[in-house]
């Protein structure tokens, strides 16, 4: 039985609040209800944008997200406002990156979890940033160093 509508959600079938600036807090999780299971969960954001924190442009990319959960999960609306909240924020690319990543994992303690950056070209090049973590002395550990060492 799913058990969301019980859990306190804040964003989930309420009016849309967009923030004007980088917004952890919008950020909630619910029970997973297969916490024994080990099974990805992946989100595209295709529309990512944030800003040059030099020069002020606008810089748009995708952003790529898969973890597999323990005992919560992020809820998807509340991680598309807090996507979004990227939109006037100023990030270098592989900051943003390593940031989403460091945030969800104080959010769900997920047994592991990737971040996948794909920026437009700026000036003629593209940068792609990969970030990861797998829980310590567990064999999300182990999966993350081969991800990481295979990653291209």
């Keep these: 039985m799913d058990t969301r509508k019980d859990e306190g959600l804040k964003a989930l079938g309420k ?8 917004a952890p807090e919008m950020l909630e999780t619910f029970t997973n209800q ?8 992946r989100f595209n954001c295709p529309e990512f944008t944030t800003l040059c924190p030099i020069t002020g442009q606008p810089d748009f990319g ?32 592989e900051d943003c990156v390593n940031v989403v990543m460091k ?10 979890i990737e971040v996948t950056g794909l920026f ?3 000036g003629g090049i593209s940068i792609w940033p990969f970030a990861n973590y797998g829980r ?9 160093e081969q991800r990481f060492a295979t990653h291209e």
Excluded at 136 to 144: F, N, P, R, S, V
């Design 62 to 93: 995708e952003l790529r997200i898969a973890y597999i959960p323990d005992e919560r999960m992020v809820e998807s609306k509340s991680l598309k406002l807090y996507l979004f909240s990227f939109r006037n924020h100023g990030g270098f690319h």
């Design 15 to 22: 009016k849309t609040e967009y923030k004007d600036d980088y």
């Design 136 to 144: 310590k002395g567990t064999k999300y550990e182990k999966l993350a």
């Design 120 to 122: 437009v070209p700026r």
């Design 34 to 41: 297969h916490p024994e299971n080990d099974y990805w969960v």
């Design 103 to 112: 945030d969800l994992i104080r959010l769900m303690n997920p047994k592991y």
